[in-house]
């Protein structure tokens, strides 16, 4: 590929680039990376999966559903009376 982007020297010094095989190989170049962004994405090896952050179940607090919410509310009220 750097060869091609490169191009051939001339007797005179000067380069020449072959612009269509420089095309065709740009073109394949792109093909194979996506490719491998592909499989990588479906193995979860992406920039932004490997950045996210996951807290342990133990470190998040328990959350309290409406119902038992309602039951504790209850209690206390019951405890007061």
Do not use: H, W, Y
Request: net charge positive; aromatic share 4%; with cysteine.
């Amino acid at each position: 590929m750097i060869a091609l982007q490169r191009g051939a020297e001339r007797a005179d010094g000067s380069r020449v680039i072959d612009t269509e095989a420089l095309d065709v190989a740009t073109r394949i170049q792109d093909r194979f990376f996506k490719q491998c962004r592909g499989c990588a994405n479906d193995m979860g090896l992406t920039v932004t999966s490997r950045c996210r952050l996951v807290l342990p179940e133990s470190a998040r607090p328990p959350e309290e559903n409406a119902f038992e919410r309602l039951m504790r509310e209850k209690r206390e009220r019951m405890q007061r009376a």
